[in-house]
């Protein structure tokens, strides 16, 4: 087992490293743990902010972050940043220039978000009706899950605390916020539910969605924001209607805790991680699972799936390109796959992983791992013209409908992702 998964690994391409951000240390962190459970790109790239472990999120601006690594090599002491950045109290005093920010949220943090009033994708919100908090059509917010079960959400421009939510009773694993621009978050929790907010209704709670029968470690929604996914305990996968507030449909396939998920650009695919060694990708509108990434050769049988715990896969991350997939497992490693190939195209080693996304022009992949960031470059090519296609129809268009196309059956086979 461990030749051939040594193989695999020694065959794929090594990725480059772009640089780290390293958190300042002092002898008590070497006592107790620095986890980073979490880092985010804001949706329009301008800042990265990772959890340093413990209390403390550092904002920075991403920009001026990749010029310090070309500037300074890879390595990059997050405290020597400050002095380098221009810190929120600049003589400029822009709203929008990006600034430094070290945010204490008062508790030790599992999660975070970003969220902005500008729409990734067509919105789907009209005629809002403005409340205490004027947001403008440039705003953009930190949403941060905290260990008391409060989710705190901060002015990335200020670094001002805004609202203070208080409804959760365990810690707050994970959060989302909906691509259209709503401010429409939902958290995901211990206590075994999810919660949707308004932040442009002053962060009124507008729903709890039940049907989790044990811990809920993560939650993503579709681009388009109709539909989201949670994932939790006991193999649990979700799949929810956000218009009506009603589960579509339960996706059965993990054979142990399911913790992280994520939808493909054009909403065609989900991504979803197991502590049984393996990456699905699914087809969320019909639940049936179209690839298989082990990290275990050969997998573990069904009543051994979570015995391997030194291949738990912690995270995964759909690259913006709609081809690749990027996941963080115990095994010391990060794999880039290719949506259309059985093994990775690239690896990177991390000890002590925890979380990875892509930037937001997906060019490199952040993980966090001990109160740290580490980023490489991911895997570039230029897509096809048929893979163009497809992803611009199926942004429009459900596997129901897609199927019911008058064209050949192989086009179809390749619209649905089957081939």
Known sequence: ??????????????????????????????????????????????????????????????????????????????????????????????????????????????????????????????????????????????????????????????????????DHTEVVRDLTFAPDGSLILVSASRDKTLRVWDLKDDGNMMKVLRGHQNWVYGCAFSPDSSILCSVGASKAVFLWDMDKYSMIRKLEGHHNDVVACEFSPDGALLATASYDTRVYVWDPYIGVILMDFGHLFPPPTPIFAGGANDRWVRSVSFSHDGLHIASLADDKMVRFWRIDEEYPVQVAPLNNGLCCTFSTDGSVLAAGQDGSVYFWATPRQVSSLQHLCRMAIRRVMPTSQVKNLPIPSKVVEFLCYQI
């Open 1 to 166: 087992v461990s030749y051939w998964n040594f193989l695999f690994v020694f065959l794929a391409a090594r990725s480059r490293t772009v640089g780290e951000l390293l958190a300042p240390t002092s002898p008590f962190d070497k006592k107790c743990g620095r986890e980073n459970w979490t880092v985010a790109f804001a949706p329009d790239g301008s800042y990265f902010a990772w959890s340093q472990g413990h209390r403390i999120v550092k904002l920075v601006p991403w920009s001026q972050c990749l010029n310090n690594f070309l500037l300074h090599g890879t390595k990059n002491v997050a405290n020597s940043i400050s002095t380098r950045l221009p810190r929120q109290n600049s003589d400029s005093g822009q709203k929008n220039k990006p600034c430094e920010h070290i945010i204490d949220c008062g508790d030790i943090v599992w999660s975070l978000a970003f969220g902005s009033s500008v729409p990734e994708k067509q919105s789907r919100c009209v005629n809002i009706e403005w409340h205490r908090f004027k947001f403008g059509q440039d705003q953009l917010l930190l949403a941060t899950g905290l260990n008391n079960g409060r989710i705190k959400i901060w002015d990335v421009y200020t670094g001002k605390l805004l609202l203070n939510l208080m």
